[in-house]
Structure formats: C-alpha cells, structure tokens
C-alpha cells in the first residue's frame, strides 16, 4: 500500500466551509467508485479552521500522476471538482493537484 498526504486551505468564509464539510458528508457514488476504479483504497479528510489534510491510500502499483489523470476523466469527476472549487477558493477548471498539495512525509 503507497500512501499520500495533501494539504489545501478553504476560503475564508465560514459559511462556505461548513457548505464544503456538508459535502463531503454527502460525497456523489460516483467519486467514490472513481476512486476505488483507479486504486485509492481509501481517503479521509480532517480540517482545522481553513486547513485541510488529506490521507490517501492506495494500491501498491498507483502511479499518482498517471492515476490521478485517469481519475479526472471519470463520470461526474470534473463536475464534483468544479462544484467544490468554490469552496477552495480556485477556479471551477482547476485540476485537483492544482489545488491540493503533495506533502512530503519527514517522520
């Protein structure tokens, strides 16, 4: 299993953060089976205040560059990206390693 950490910070509006939390709490079936179709086993976000963590696990052969392209063109993905760009404070046609930021792990 590879494992990924990303970082991103919301906009500065806490109405719009707790739309963006209500999301994910609601998350469509289709990014969901996107992500398994590519070989994320599974992602989890935490947030404190604007910041957001996120852990991303996957199979033992992902390619993040490649898997993440191909996740981009699966049903509803670049529709759900667009949606929740708005609370990301990027634009709707940003790609999500446009917006999320790979961390690099020291411990």
Not at 91 to 106: F, P, T, V, Y
Request: with cysteine; aromatic share 12%; charged share 30%.
């Amino acid at each position: 299993m590879k494992r990924y950490c990303q970082t991103l910070t919301l906009v500065d509006d806490e109405v719009m953060i707790q739309k963006y939390v209500e999301a994910h709490a609601h998350v469509w079936p289709e990014i969901i089976q996107g992500q398994r179709q590519v070989g994320i086993i599974d992602m989890q976000i935490y947030r404190k205040d604007r910041s957001l963590f996120m852990i991303m696990d996957t199979i033992d052969d992902f390619d993040f560059t490649r898997d993440m392209a191909r996740l981009a063109q699966l049903p509803r993905q670049a529709e759900w990206e667009a949606y929740v760009a708005q609370f990301q404070g990027c634009s709707a046609n940003a790609r999500s390693d446009e917006k999320w930021q790979l961390m690099e792990r020291i411990f």
